[in-house]
T-cell receptor, first 114, second 116 residues
Framework: LAKTTQPISMDSYEGQEVNITCSHN???????ITWYQQFPSQGPRFIIQ???TKVTNEVASLFIPADRKSSTLSLPRVSLSDTAVYYC???????????????FGQGTELSVKP | GAVVSQHPSWVICKSGTSVKIECRSL??????MFWYRQFPKQSLMLMAT?????????EQGVEKDKFLINHASLTLSTLTVTSAHPEDSSFYIC????????????FGQGTRLTVV
């Protein structure tokens, strides 16, 4: 499994766009990049997943450069309720197909201030 | 999205007793479920992989006799913390994957275990 590196913490203000970058230098050809959000005392919640270029859903955008050695989760116009820990995971599609395990890194604690 | 439900959400038990935590996939079948433990201000640590109809696979350092896992059906896995001690107090989270989904894992809401 490719190891990921994220900033430990980030601060932002309401209404700002927040970009969290994750490094995964050893990403393999079959690996997907997935981001999860976790609030205190809750299980992680799926945010977005991508393989290359850009992916956008109703919650966030995910930017992946051509070399795929990093990815950036973009949260538009954050609110106080976006205060949470964000995890970047890299795992092979084979892991998903075969029920393989997901290993979490340390995550980024995002604090949104009024 | 799919729903994974854990029960109970929180439990307090006396040292030396055993506690069972249930993890259910409510609207999909999960051949594989995962159990994680999370201490305050730390990331999720994978404890074991629970496979329906077979023995669980434990991560290195996790005592299989202490953390008993049973995955009797495609929608239910249980984790029993045997002879619990205060150091077992933690947040336990299960995860399940839909056999029909290639890309997404779903997580339960977690169980807060406090051993007194």
């Amino acid at each position: 499994l490719a190891k990921t590196t994220q900033p430990i913490s980030m601060d932002s203000y309401e209404g700002q766009e927040v970009n969290i970058t994750c490094s995964h230098n050893n990403i393999a050809t079959n690996d997907y990049i997935t981001w999860y959000q976790q609030f205190p005392s809750q299980g992680p919640r799926f945010i977005i997943q991508g393989y290359k270029t850009k992916v956008t859903n109703e919650v966030a955008s995910l930017f992946i450069p051509a070399d795929r050695k990093s990815s950036t989760l973009s949260l538009p116009r954050v609110s106080l309720s976006d205060t949470a820990v964000y995890y970047c995971l890299v795992a092979s599609v084979m892991i998903y197909n075969q029920g393989g395990k997901l290993i979490f890194g340390q995550g980024t604690e995002l604090s949104v201030k009024p | 999205g799919a729903v994974v439900s854990q029960h109970p959400s929180w439990v307090i038990c006396k040292s030396g007793t055993s506690v069972k935590i249930e993890c259910r996939s409510l609207d999909f079948q999960a051949t594989t479920m995962f159990w994680y433990r999370q201490f305050p201000k730390q990331s999720l640590m994978l404890m074991a992989t629970s496979n329906e109809g077979s023995k669980a696979t434990y991560e290195q350092g996790v005592e299989k006799d202490k953390f008993l896992i049973n995955h009797a059906s495609l929608t239910l896995s249980t984790l029993t913390v045997t002879s619990a001690h205060p150091e077992d107090s933690s947040f336990y989270i299960c995860s399940a994957r839909d056999v029909g989904s290639r890309t997404e894992a779903f997580f339960g809401q977690g169980t807060r275990l406090t051993v007194v």
